[in-house]
């Protein structure tokens, strides 16, 4: 029985090629024309569906129409095996060994007299030329193509030469040529008007392309949505398509400084490409990511992941330009992590294979980067010289984003220079492209330039200005960041807040210069809580169940190797396996696991937090200068409030009541107190030693005369100066920076008495978070009768008064003790959103290095800030730590307070207490006892606790024991948030 065409096709699609090739020859001499007509096109199709799929296969396919022309004598399907050919070598990057193949098919078609024929091998022919630079040839070929399908009415193939001119014109540089031709081409396709849609889609989303690279990002945007519409039409069929787009809208919104967007759609778009083995694609995603991460001064995740991207691109041939782009990317973060002299090889890599490409467009990017290197090392004539040949290119090309940072540059090494006019001229020439590109990471850059160079030549006002909108501008794209976006971009800018604080104090506006300093510590905690941003983590239409799953695995894990370095594995009740596997594993390789898991899981909750944050994203939450004022407004009468600024060298205390405001600087204070609280650390330290020892009174004699005479040095610098009279304050709240967050300033010592012995004292980490405690000590204020639903828990794991100071403060709550092994995350969890009171006595750790991974042992796991972002707190007055280290915290970007406590005032708690070290849980469970007392005689928080130090001191005095005044012993507790009562 003969084989029918379509059979023969699937035959020679499943065996190997030489029995292929000897099948071949025993059926073509005995089949009719017509029949290998059918069994050429089938070959074709199939060598065209596998050309991306398995292009080892499309070559083989190429070879079968070959040797079916060569038996056949049918020069038509010879030409077009010739031309199937050249396709293959073309999938296989083999550019150089393709052109030969398209030449020979299309004299093959002449020689028939194959107008089209020849036509359509040039489309292929066009696509090498381009690859190999051979851009001349391939318009040449293009024009003559597309006039014969034109004249064959042919609109298809009309509109995709259109197409691949407009990429020849956009590859050279000549934007609005692309354009041009981009809109030749929908003309042509909706004139063909049937099966049209997504081949106007990509020309769309090509336009949009062009139009991006000329600066025109909003119309951008909106041609690349078109595109996304008609894609999802198509479901799986056109989801890398798809990707695409979301690709090209995430390079846009990187340009404008929408990173947290941009890395949201980077995330959709990469899973798809490494599920469809799509290397090149996936490491253009990783390269833009990296310069998403460099904005946000994450260069050692950007050095990793450009590096990344440079060993997957070296695996594939053919893709010069591609490489050189990922060096650059590659020496850029190279140059922020400092390490110039790699930067310096990547570059001149780079350079070397665009200029053997003859790629003129990217090879000026790489003059541009040379540029920054050289003046990241003080070599400004060099600088000067590229970055000026790459801005002419940059302006030669139309490429408006790149122009406006070339020229900035150029600002910036003029006014190293001394050259201030021109650093003005030029400034102001990037600031007019940036503001119509709506470019905002060189808006601001230009607005802080501006601002510093007015301030030198004299011109207050106009700098005034300047740095205004400089801190506007850092607030627009702050506030479309998640989280610790925020706080990481915020990093590099301390020098334009501490310039814009420094001028407006000059002109005498005290209160400009006080919302300054209150921006400069980013408040995030503060925008979110007050927009109703929710980012606890709950499975939905963004968030699978699958990453959640994840997620807790990578929890389970950390905690599993946590434990082990930290050594919080009781032992004694562990298997005889689980012991051999914690001394197998050991705690050098223990900690190296447990870092790869935090890093896992921070960029796990990163990908979770940004697929949760669209609605985030596309409003931005400000906290604004009204927002200020109206929690300056919340200070009653009796209340000073202390908000601290360092500069370089100076201390500035501004010290507001309800009646004004008023502000102190201190010269030079800032290495005293650099000095000071090292030494105020040690201090604290061999007092915790000391407390174990037999003879501690001894050891705490020359502890104590020390630790106050630091503590009185640093009153000197810190509340001494203070102009307001504190004879009639009340209640002080004090608002620390940078290193002062690790201060107890109720410690504070003015000779005769500690501050807290003068005055009640409670925290903020930023004034703006003032109203929001406030209304929430209001809400959660308790009742004697819902008092009892308090949680107290107790974990008594070598600490031997935890069970007493857990039983003490539940026996005042009147509410159940719940210790040990009760004494779960899990109940926490079940019973913390209607408890007006949790008190928490158990193990803390401090991670200077990881805050976020800060923990309290509980029972059945650690309980870290993620976790506790996740609790209900929005019913708790107040929430206790009465355990290590729980109040400490890291600092990020200028002065965002990151550790434990920020989780806990997200999840809605009104009141924090906790620790700033090693508390002796001796003293701790006796300063509890005094403290809730007085809580629930009335007192309000900040008083309560001012009260319990105050007679605990007293009692240390009268006592046997007067080493136990030392503030090691009582001192540890502060009040951050809300100050006022409990009970209702």
Known sequence: MSLTPREIAALLLKCREDQGRHLLQQLVPRMSLDALEQLVNALKMAADRYWLENVSLSFVLSGYVLLIGELSGNGSFYALGLMTRGDALRGMERHEEALPFFDAAGEEFLALHDLVGWARSRLGRISSCMRLNRMSEALRDAAAAREIFLQTNNLIRVGQLDVNTAIIHFELGQYEQALRYYDRAIEAYMLHGVNVDRLIARALANKAMALAALGRFHKAVELHQEACETFKQYGTREEISLARQYLNIADIYTAQGRYSQALMLYNRCLPLFREHQMTFAEAEVLLQMCLCLLRLNRTEEAYEMASDAVAMLRTQEGQDDSLARALMYQARAAIHEHLFEEAALQLQEASTLLLNRGLTRLAAQARFYRAELAFSIGEFEESKREVRYAADAFA??????????????????ADVRGEAEAARVLCLHALDLAEKQELFEVRYRCHALLGKLAASAGKDEEAGIFYDLAIKGIDEIQSRLILDERSSFLEDKGAIYQQAVELALQRGYLEQAFIYVEKAKSSVLGDYVRNNIDIRLRADEQVSDELLEELARLREEQAWYSSIVYETVNEANLSDTALMRIRTIGPVRAREEMRERERQIERLLEQIRLSSAHKLLQTPALTNDLVVFENWACLPSGTLLLEYYLTEQDLLIFQLTCNGIEVERVSGARPQLERLLTLWRANLDLAAQAATLPEREREFASLQENGLGLLKRLHALLIRPVVVDMQRVDHLIVVPYGML??????????????LVERVQISYLPSLTLLDICLQRGARSAATPQNIQHSLVLGVSDQLPFVREEASVVARCLNAPCVLDQEATVSLLQARSSYSPVVHIAAHGLFRLDAPDFSFISLADRQLNTFEAFNLDLSLCSLLTLSACETGRASIGGID?????????LYAGAASLLPTLWKVDDASSAELMEMFYR??????????????????????????LHPYRLHPYFWGAFQLIGDPGPLLA
């Not at 030669?396 to 090494?413: N, R, W």
């Not at 008083?943 to 319990?948: D, I, S, W």
């Open 396 to 413: 030669e090309q139309e490429d408006v984003p790149l122009l406006a940072q070339a020229m900035l540059l150029e600002a910036h090494i």
């Open 896 to 904: 965002e307070v990151i550790g434990l406590g920020r989780g806990f």
């Open 934 to 959: 007085q809580l629930l005689q009335g007192a309000t928080k900040a008083g309560a606790l001012a009260q319990a130090q105050r007679a605990f001191l007293l009692r240390a005095r009268a006592s």
């Open 741 to 754: 967050h690790y201060l107890p300033f109720h410690c504070l010592f003015d000779g005769t008495r500690f």
